[in-house]
Structure formats: structure tokens, C-alpha cells
């Protein structure tokens, strides 16, 4: 289940005791550690895909690796087979589908996630009803755990999380560019299908690693709500993708916090320091625009 | 003999003893009036790129379930609650009643988090009680539904398939030029508001019958099999609530035959079917159109 409650000597008004106690089991230890490589992963990622206009891609991907999941099981298979093969192919099905922003084909566009996000799920549903039980760690899976982390998954998520970092930075300027002017980086040259495809591979694999560690619903949590604070606040790529890492790291770290002196759930916290914090970003936005008299900064970015 | 053999073997004997179960009529009753609703809906959701919106209500619903559960309410309640006051919510946000997906998808992972607060509200304060309650939210349950709950479903989807009937000249013209319709006088901005409602609506009520995690099949599917296969509005629009409810229907007698299948899977496995073929269908003239077509 996802209750922490481990907090036994309570919350004390010593705030440098509390981080002390916080520090002292290694089961948060690896909380933190892995709560931070996914931070900044799934920031950077996060980054791109609020810029894209993929945030429903994005949510489908973080949820159609438990069916990938329960077949592999289902099959005598080892389940990471199941979460990067579900996750892999949904990146390409969706990579297929060409997008544009006229109207019918952004619609038909919005019809394949959708198909592809439900017919998934309905898959995992049958997996999970011929296999029989495994009810309680859906549960898990979908709204997510940080407990029970081992250091050698903490390793590979940092591996991971590192090749994935690589092949992002490798492919950052022109996924830029064709972000912003798909026809004019296709005359230059740049091969935007292919880097289209390459991101939604990116998405789908991180989303698929750090699933199995965190859930779904944190994934999700963790790829939007930083990013998409940080693009209320700037324009400029860089400082963006800074911010949106900074955001999902004290989303993190305080979401944790929280859940250890806390009954409820670390999904909870997270997801709501996270939201606080995209408020708070939104309403700064408007105060500055209304101050600088000048178009929303958001106008600044492209569509 | 089983109920799949006797399907096989007798089709016409199979059907009828079929439908002598209670709960089988309950399941085409309510079933078929939620496909209804979900095809109608399903294809403006679809036509208006609001797919994500829709999932985002689906999810909404199973919060407002559980939370109903932990307040220890009626959980239709939570359901129709949250849904309704969350599309309204999205109207208001978004410019011209659409919000951002980005928007969209913080608010509704914040939904989910808090639907993880409620569960664990729900499973902590009630001894006994294990995870399953929420499961159901998430994958429904059609063979489960009573026959009052069915005859409840099927009314609340006619209404819903009458509403979108009733505004579906204007919402087509909104949907396709909105800055024209405006100003021709179309209150685009009302009927945006309006749909979101009923898209809540209904996904409140087919949270209860397929479930929260495969509402989103219901509408989107038909309804994007049915814009590849014509270009004409109201034709795609009747088409998508056909294909809808005859996935449905296929889907339930499917899942009596074969009992191990879910009612969900079967329902979404034929509505997938159905895209496929049109898929497949159209991908010559898409081609030769140069892939869109007005």
C-alpha cells in the first residue's frame, strides 16, 4: 500500500531533527535518491513534451505499461520486458500518426491516443482477469509507491536515467527546432519524423522505467506539472529547462517529507506541492504580465 | 453444455437463453443506452480534439467514486458530483470552452492524487474492506448492474443522446469555424460550456458500466472510425453511435460466451476492430487526398 506512517518519533518543531530522523532509514534514503534521478528525468523529458503539446501522449504512455506489465507476467515472461515493450510500441503507434495542426488531422490525432490508451488498458483488464489476482499491486501501480526502492534499483534508474539524459541532449536542438517550425526545420533539413519518433521512444521508455518504481499517476505528476509551471514563467529554453528540474525537485523532496510524518499517501503530497507550485507560477505570470503591460508571457512561446 | 458451445451450436436457442438472464437484459439496457450517449458525445469530443478532456474526466470519476466511498455516500453521487463540477471547471479555464492540454493535465494529475488520498481514507477507515471497491471503479462492472441502475443508465444516456441531438447544428458549426460562428451569432462559448457538461455526464455514467479506464475507448474510437469513413458531419455522427452500441453488443455476448473475457475488453476489442477496418479502409483515399481532408 502507499501509507507511509513510518514517521514514529513524530514531527517536532526541530525542523534539523525531523530531516535527521527523515535521513536515518535507508528505506528513504533510496526514496530521496531515486526521487531525485526521476525528477530531473522526467523534468527534462517534461520539458519538451509540455513544449510539444503531448501531454496526453505523455499520460498514455506512463499508463499502458501495466498491461505491457501484466502480459509479460501472464506470459512467464520478466515484467520489464512488458513495461518497455507496451511503452515502445505505444510511442510508435502514436509516432505513425502524422501530426499537424489543421483540424482533422489533430483530431484524428487525438482519436489514436485515446484508442490506443484505452484498447491498452482493456488488454491489461483481460491479462489481468486470466491470470487471476495481482489486483493489489495494480493498485500500486497506478497510484504509486516510493517504498521499498533497493539500491540496485536505484542504480539502474540512474543508468538509465543517464542514457536517456544522453539521448536527449543528442537530439534537444533540432526536437527544438522542429518543435517550434516543424516546415521550416524540414527545409533545413532536419529530419523532424524521425525526431518526432525518437522523443515519443524517449517518453515511452523513461515513462516505462520509472513506472515500475513510482507508478503511473507520479510519472504523469512529474513529466506536467513542473514543466508546465516553468513555462508560465519563461520563454527561453534553457532557464526552462532549469527551472522545471528545480520544480520537480523540491515537488519531490517535500512530497516525501510530508508522506513520511504522514499517514496518506506520497501520491498525494506530490502531486498536490506540485499543483501549489503550478498555481503559484500561473498567478505570478499574471501579475507580471498585468505589471509589464505587455502580451502574456506564454503568448511568447510558440503556439 | 456451456454457454459459448450453445452460442455456436444453436445460435437462435443460444441468444434466447442468453437474454433469459436478469442480469444480461440489465447489461444491454444499460449498455446500450451509455454507447448511445458515448457516440453522440464521442464524436464532437473527437471533431473538437477534446479526447484529453475526456480522459481526464474519466479519471475524475474514479476520485469522485472514491471519494464517496471514504465519505461513505452513495458513490453515483461522487461520481455525477465530480465529473459535472470538473468539466465546468475546464469550461472556465480554457478560452472559448477548450482548456490547454497542459492545464488539463495538471489539474487532473492533482484529481488523481487526491483519489489516492481518499483510497487510502476509504481502505484505512473501514476495517475489512480491501482495494477491489476501487478496482470496479476503475474497470466496471456491466453484469453487475442491477436492474434499476440499468433502467437509471439507459434514461440518463437518452437524455445526454437527446441534449447533444438538441445543440448539435450549432456545436458542429462552432466546432468547425468558431471564429465565423461567433460572428454569425452562435453562442460558441455557451455551447462549449454546455458540451463539457454532458461530456461529464456521460462520463459519470459509463464510469459505472465500463469503467473509468476504458470510458475513453467508448469515445473516442467509434467516433474515429467513424470521421475515416465519412466525411459528412451528421452521417459520421449517427455512425459513431452505431458503431458504438454494436461494439457493445458484440462485446457483451462475447464475454457470456467466453466468461474469462472481460465485459470491457470485449467491448473495446471490437470498437478497435472497427478503427482498424476503417484504418485499413481509408488509407488509399487519405493518401490520395494528401492525408486531410476538409
Redesign the interface.
Given at each position: 500500500?502507499?501509507?507511509l506512517g513510518a514517521g514514529t518519533g513524530g514531527l517536532t518543531w526541530d525542523l534539523g531533527q525531523d530531516v535527521r530522523e527523515l535521513l536515518s532509514q535507508h528505506f528513504m534514503v533510496n526514496a530521496f535518491r531515486a526521487g531525485t534521478i526521476v525528477a530531473v528525468l522526467a523534468g527534462a523529458i517534461g520539458w519538451f513534451m509540455?513544449l510539444r503539446?503531448q501531454?496526453?501522449a505523455?499520460?498514455t504512455l506512463a499508463?499502458i505499461s501495466f498491461p505491457g506489465a501484466a502480459g509479460a507476467i501472464l506470459a512467464g515472461v520478466s515484467a520489464s520486458f512488458g513495461y518497455f515493450g507496451a511503452a515502445i510500441a505505444g510511442a510508435l503507434v502514436i509516432a505513425a500518426v502524422?501530426r499537424?495542426t489543421?483540424?482533422?488531422?489533430?483530431?484524428?490525432?487525438?482519436?489514436?491516443?485515446?484508442?490506443v490508451?484505452?484498447?491498452a488498458?482493456?488488454?491489461?483488464?483481460?491479462f489481468v482477469?486470466?491470470y487471476g489476482g495481482f489486483?493489489?499491486s495494480?493498485?500500486g501501480l497506478?497510484?504509486?509507491t516510493f517504498l521499498g526502492i533497493s539500491d540496485t534499483q536505484v542504480t539502474t534508474l540512474l543508468v538509465v536515467a543517464t542514457a536517456a539524459l544522453v539521448v536527449l541532449g543528442a537530439i534537444a536542438r533540432p526536437l527544438f527546432f522542429a518543435t517550434v517550425d516543424p516546415d521550416v526545420a524540414r527545409a533545413r533539413g532536419v529530419p523532424v519524423r524521425l525526431v518526432s519518433t525518437v522523443f515519443l521512444v524517449l517518453l515511452g521508455g523513461a515513462a516505462a522505467e520509472v513506472s515500475q518504481v513510482t507508478g503511473a499517476?507520479l510519472v504523469?505528476?512529474l513529466l506536467?506539472?513542473p514543466?508546465?509551471a516553468a513555462?508560465r514563467l519563461t520563454a527561453r529554453p534553457g532557464l526552462g529547462v532549469g527551472l522545471t528540474v528545480v520544480f520537480g525537485i523540491v515537488t519531490v523532496w517535500s512530497g516525501l517529507g510530508m508522506a513520511y510524518f504522514s499517514?496518506?499517501?506520497v501520491?498525494?503530497?506530490?502531486?498536490?506541492v506540485?499543483?501549489a507550485i503550478?498555481v503559484l507560477a500561473w498567478a505570478w505570470a499574471l501579475v507580471a504580465a498585468r505589471l509589464a503591460r505587455r502580451p502574456m508571457l506564454e503568448a511568447a512561446v510558440v503556439r | 453444455m456451456t454457454a459459448s458451445a450453445a452460442l455456436v451450436v444453436d445460435p437462435v436457442t443460444g441468444l434466447a437463453h442468453m437474454f433469459s438472464h436478469p442480469f444480461i437484459r440489465s447489461a444491454f439496457l444499460g449498455g446500450t443506452g451509455i454507447a448511445v450517449a458515448s457516440g453522440l458525445v464521442g464524436y464532437f469530443v473527437v471533431l473538437r480534439s477534446q479526447v484529453f478532456s475526456g480522459d481526464a474526466l474519466s479519471h475524475v470519476a474514479v476520485t469522485g467514486a472514491l471519494g464517496a466511498l471514504a465519505a461513505g455516500i452513495d458513490v453515483a453521487f461522487g461520481l455525477y458530483g465530480a465529473c459535472v463540477v470538473v468539466a465546468i471547471g475546464l469550461a472556465l479555464l480554457g478560452a472559448r470552452g477548450r482548456a490547454d492540454d497542459t492545464v488539463i493535465g495538471s489539474v487532473f494529475a492533482w484529481i488523481l492524487g487526491l483519489g489516492a488520498l481518499f483510497l487510502t481514507i476509504y481502505t484505512t477507515s473501514s476495517s475489512g474492506v480491501d482495494a477491489t471497491s476501487g478496482i470496479s471503479v476503475l474497470f466496471g462492472s456491466i453484469f453487475g448492474l442491477s436492474s434499476g441502475r440499468a433502467v437509471a443508465d439507459a434514461t440518463v444516456g437518452l437524455g445526454i443522446a437527446v441534449g447533444v441531438v438538441a445543440i448539435a447544428r450549432p456545436l458542429l458549426f462552432a466546432s468547425v469555424d468558431d471564429a465565423v460562428a461567433s460572428a454569425r451569432g452562435v453562442p460558441v462559448r455557451a455551447l462549449g460550456f454546455v458540451f463539457l457538461v454532458l461530456v461529464g455526464v456521460t462520463a459519470a455514467a459509463a464510469t459505472q458500466a465500463v469503467g473509468a479506464l476504458l470510458l475513453l475507448g467508448l469515445l473516442a474510437t467509434p467516433a474515429g472510425a467513424a470521421q475515416r469513413l465519412t466525411a459528412r458531419p451528421f452521417v459520421a455522427f449517427a455512425l459513431s453511435a452505431a458503431i458504438a452500441v454494436g461494439s457493445t453488443w458484440v462485446g457483451l455476448v462475447v464475454s457470456y460466451a467466453a466468461p474469462t473475457v472481460p465485459p470491457s475488453f470485449g467491448i473495446l476489442a471490437a470498437a478497435v476492430g472497427c478503427y482498424v477496418v476503417a484504418w485499413s479502409a481509408t488509407l488509399g483515399r487519405a493518401r490520395a487526398h494528401g492525408a486531410v481532408r476538409g
Open positions: 500500500m502507499t501509507v509540455v503539446r501531454t496526453f505523455g499520460h499508463v502524422p499537424s489543421s483540424g482533422q488531422a489533430r483530431s484524428q490525432e487525438s482519436a489514436v491516443i485515446g484508442t490508451q484505452a484498447f488498458l482493456a488488454c491489461g483488464a483481460l482477469s486470466l489486483l493489489n495494480l493498485v497506478l497510484f504509486g499517476l504523469f505528476a506536467v506539472m514543466a508546465a513555462q499517514v496518506y499517501p501520491g498525494f503530497f506530490v502531486t498536490t506540485g499543483f503550478y | -
